[in-house]
């Protein structure tokens, strides 16, 4: 079996671009402290927040009769997709910033990199088939800006461009590709009245904490 930084260096497309991410760090040498910490950091900074996300948009509409629509229903298909890419991909991809190389094997690398397209097919599937509104043209625009850049670096190393700048814009693009499947909560938090509406009904105590703690501000400056 071939060696997963062989495969990328042959630019092998059924091992994708995580192996290819290998590949990356290998031509630049021994990854420097900021990439080789920060960048995990950061990973488990978007899987802190979304997991925590995720799990409460699923809660929310399974747990509340009226949220229960056609629609809602692409959105906990969309946030379980997610949960399972933060769970299944993130730590793994994370390893390959403080490590020299791919660890786990060929059988991982595959798996990981058919989570990375699962996930994105998801965004664009639950995107078209929910209803049009302005949450929803949020969320296409969020993906755009999020996975865009990491498949442009993709695209011109497929075409045989090696730099030091191309490698620091795929890290960049890849801390954007990933930190989408936590920001997705953000937006239907922010944009759906219903999903506010739930959110209050399911966590009233938070709510009300804040409440009195405004009210006690409100107090305190007059």
Not at 55 to 71: D, F, W
Not at 94 to 109: D, K, N, Q, R, V
Not at 194 to 218: Q, T, V, Y
């Amino acid at each position: 079996m071939k060696m997963i930084a062989d495969s990328a260096a042959n630019h092998d497309p059924d091992c994708g671009s995580v192996c290819n991410e290998s590949s990356a760090l290998e031509g630049q040498g021994p990854p420097v402290l900021v990439d080789a910490w920060l960048v995990p950091t950061f990973f488990s900074l978007i899987m802190l927040v979304g997991l925590v996300g995720n799990s409460l948009v699923i809660h929310v509409v399974t747990k509340h009769q009226q949220m229960k629509t056609v629609t809602n229903f692409y959105i906990v298909n969309l946030a379980t997709t997610d949960i399972l890419f933060l769970v299944c991909c993130v730590p793994f991809t994370a390893t390959l910033y403080p490590l020299p190389s791919w660890i786990f094997g060929e059988f991982m690398c595959r798996l990981v990199n058919y989570l990375q397209q699962l996930q994105a097919q998801a965004e664009r599937a639950a995107a078209v088939r929910a209803r049009v509104s302005r949450m929803v043209v949020v969320m296409v625009v969020l993906f755009l800006i999020c996975w865009g850049p990491i498949q442009v670096c993709i695209l011109l190393q497929a075409f045989g461009l090696r730099s030091y700048i191309l490698y620091k814009l795929k890290i960049w693009g890849h801390c954007m590709s990933y930190s989408n499947s936590s920001v997705n909560p953000l937006v239907y938090a922010f944009m759906g009245n219903n999903f506010r509406k739930a959110f209050r009904n399911a966590f009233p105590a938070m709510f009300l904490w804040r409440s009195r703690a405004r009210m006690h501000f409100l107090s305190s400056g007059s």
